[in-house]
């Protein structure tokens, strides 16, 4: 049974930073292309970035320079670094087992979904 468990939300001041943790367990990590998606209140949800096995990652143009995706395949462990943020971050969070390294990133056929952890950036 695949689990895929979000951590790190928050709310934060404009400009502000937070780093999101996302754990998976019961499938083979590094041959999995990880990912993050958010979705606002009112919005379809949307691709973030994607990181393939070996780092190489895309991101959306509206993060891009602002957010850093990174992974420990000896943990099971994916990170989503968020600085700078603007209240137009605010959405839920989540982690995808599955994406696709197209820009903006798209999940994969058969992707799994966390439960999502949300973010919001005051103004």
């Known amino acids: 049974q695949v689990q895929v468990v979000e951590s790190g939300g928050g709310l934060v001041q404009a400009g502000g930073s937070l780093r999101l943790s996302c754990t998976v367990s019961?499938?083979?990590?590094?041959?999995?292309?990880m990912g993050w998606f958010r979705q606002a209140p009112g919005k379809e949800r949307e691709g973030v970035s994607c990181t393939s096995w070996t780092t190489f990652s895309t991101y959306a143009d509206s993060v891009k320079g602002r957010f850093t995706i990174s992974r420990d395949n000896a943990k099971n462990m994916l990170y989503l670094q968020m600085n700078s943020l603007k209240p137009e971050d605010t959405a839920m969070y989540y982690c995808a087992a599955g994406c696709t390294l197209a820009v903006p990133p798209r999940p994969a056929a058969g992707v799994y979904w966390g439960q999502g952890t949300q973010v919001t950036v005051a103004s």
């Open positions: 019961g499938l083979t990590f590094d041959a999995v292309r």
